[in-house]
């Protein structure tokens, strides 16, 4: 194939990714679920001199922040973050298919195979499900795949300078999202088991690599211990176990392949013989053909540490369950990766015509496949301009009466809702969480009903937007539990939740409550201990001013 011919094919796929995501978004705009009013909110923050800062007023530190700057750059324009993200994420589809489609037509030998590879590749459905919302995933795939595509030919031709490039774009996947850093260690371990010369240059190439992968990110951590006092924000305690996490993990997974009428037990079953075939293919390719371990080696590895580390930290921390969208930075090198021992397999055979047989076989079998992923795009692109693309921005919320009845009744500065996200989206100004039972990040109680109803008088009121079935925010206190500091007075009421506006008089007012002749002994036993350490230590005593 002509290098003129292959950069035809490569802009024709471009141009379609672009133009699926645009008509995908055509109807109600990007989806903008609740993380989505942290990259907006930040972006905003920037445009108008305040900084990070999220939705509420509060620094930015939950992610990285390459995506809020990269929003905020065409805010200085006039142009609003959403708007931006539509446009940013389109080009963001076509050009992680693009490079995808690039590396299709560089490796792989048979031409059959490869144009149902380019099908493949067009036809990421976990891709094309973050392209049309306002998240961070669409610009991570693409810094993965850079890294990936460049640690590979690094590999296979050497040159320091690909080693370069893909440090360089591993530290923007980190700067882009916290999960870069299994990237980091993945590209590490490969620089280490499958880098050129000595092991001594190998330990220092794969120190070199991770150093400058990491200190970008480093120093937005260290600014985030300053003004928060963490590095990542408050993260919740895991309340889901490994086996749980592994069950939706391979449910994820292999709702990429296989129809979701599939029983549990059938998709586990065809999940581990495509597994251990595609292993016991990847080894006798390896035995005979070192060129193929070296382009597929960055993304064995990544495929394997990416999801690892996922596990391992949800077993630490609480985020959202498996999804295809936490794993959508996997599927393309895993279909790079499966067509690359397709691929390989054709050229097993040592005659020429079971060489062509393999590959027609295995490209009548891929086109079959094919058409899951077809009907799965149509389905979602017809959803998403009838209903819109998820989140707080779609049909059911553009259209529903309480959005509106939150707009007319939510006048002051900083309204407070167990979705502050939404609020904060539909009014765009500042937005509060609701009082909380407990702490989103310990067991423990922060008893914050009595600070809410002093912050309610000193506001002279406010409101209150509940909406219902909401998950995630179980720690806040329902609209019940408040009404006993706060005489909650209901504005307007829908299915999907409650405008309520707020005040405080005489009967809701918090009274302490009385100590009990426990509480009254601690305390008598701390004051006589204080007056004791007082007498033997008078130097600790300050002087009155």
């Not at 990714?17 to 930040?42: E, H, K, L, N």
């Not at 599939?262 to 595609?278: C, D, E, I």
């Not at 922060?446 to 179980?474: H, K, M, Y």
């Amino acid at each position: 194939m002509s290098s003129r011919t292959r950069a035809l094919i490569l802009l024709v796929v471009a141009v379609a990714g672009v133009a699926v995501i645009i008509t995908a978004t055509w109807s109600y705009g990007p989806g903008q679920p609740r993380d989505s009013a942290w990259y907006i909110s930040a972006a905003r923050g920037l445009c108008s001199g305040d900084g990070f800062v999220k939705y509420d007023g509060e620094p930015f530190s939950d992610y990285p922040p390459l995506l809020p700057a990269l929003l905020a750059a065409f805010g200085f324009l006039g142009v609003e973050p959403a708007v931006t993200a539509r446009f940013a994420n389109a080009v963001f589809y076509a050009a992680a298919v693009t490079i995808a489609a690039g590396w299709v037509l560089r490796e792989m030998k048979s031409s059959a195979l490869a144009v149902t590879g380019l099908v493949a590749v067009f036809l990421a459905i976990p891709l094309l499900r973050v392209s049309v919302q306002v998240v961070s995933e669409p610009l991570f795939v693409v810094c993965v795949l850079l890294c990936l595509v460049s640690m590979g030919r690094y590999l296979r031709d050497g040159g320091a300078r690909w080693i370069g490039l893909s440090a360089a774009f591993a530290s923007l996947a980190c700067l882009t999202r916290y999960a870069g850093l299994p990237l980091v260690l993945s590209s590490g371990l490969v620089l280490l088991a499958g880098g050129r010369g000595s092991l001594t240059r190998r330990i220092r190439q794969a120190i070199a690599f991770v150093f400058i992968s990491c200190v970008p990110t480093g120093l937005w951590l260290v600014r985030n211990h300053v003004v928060t006092g963490q590095l990542t924000g408050p993260r919740p305690a895991a309340v889901r176990d490994l086996a749980t996490n592994l069950e939706l993990t391979v449910e994820t997974v292999s709702a990429w392949v296989l129809p979701r009428p599939l029983a549990p037990t059938w998709r586990f079953a065809l999940l581990g013989v495509a597994a251990v075939f595609l292993a016991v293919a990847l080894v006798t390719l390896v035995r005979r053909r070192r060129h193929t371990l070296a382009s597929v080696m960055p993304m064995l590895a990544f495929a394997v540490v990416y999801p690892a580390s996922l596990l391992i930290s949800a077993r630490v921390v609480r985020f959202a369950p498996p999804s295809p969208r936490i794993y959508s930075p996997l599927y393309l090198p895993l279909v790079l990766l499966a067509l690359a021992v397709a691929d390989g397999t054709c050229q097993l055979p040592a005659r020429a015509w079971m060489r062509k047989g393999v590959a027609a076989v295995l490209t009548v079998l891929l086109a079959l496949w094919l058409v899951y992923p077809a009907a799965r795009a149509v389905y979602f692109v017809r959803g998403y301009l009838r209903d819109g693309a998820g989140g707080f921005t779609n049909r059911k919320w553009l259209n529903s009466g309480l959005v509106q009845a939150v707009r007319r009744s939510a006048r002051e500065d900083a309204p407070h809702s167990n979705e502050p996200e939404a609020l904060y989206l539909w009014l765009g100004r500042r937005a509060r969480l609701a009082p909380r039972r407990v702490a989103a990040t310990s067991p423990g109680r922060p008893n914050e009903l009595e600070a809410f109803q002093g912050l309610v008088v000193r506001e002279g009121g406010g409101t209150l937007l509940w909406l219902a079935d909401r998950p995630g925010r179980e720690y806040c206190y329902t609209p019940e539990e408040i009404a006993r500091v706060v005489r909650l007075a209901p504005v307007a009421s829908f299915p999907e939740g409650t405008v309520y506006r707020m005040a405080v008089d005489e009967e809701t007012r918090v009274k302490p409550e009385p100590a009990s002749a426990t509480h009254k002994l601690f305390s008598l036993t701390n004051a006589i201990t204080s007056s004791r350490s007082a007498v033997a230590s008078p130097t600790h005593v300050s002087a009155a001013p």
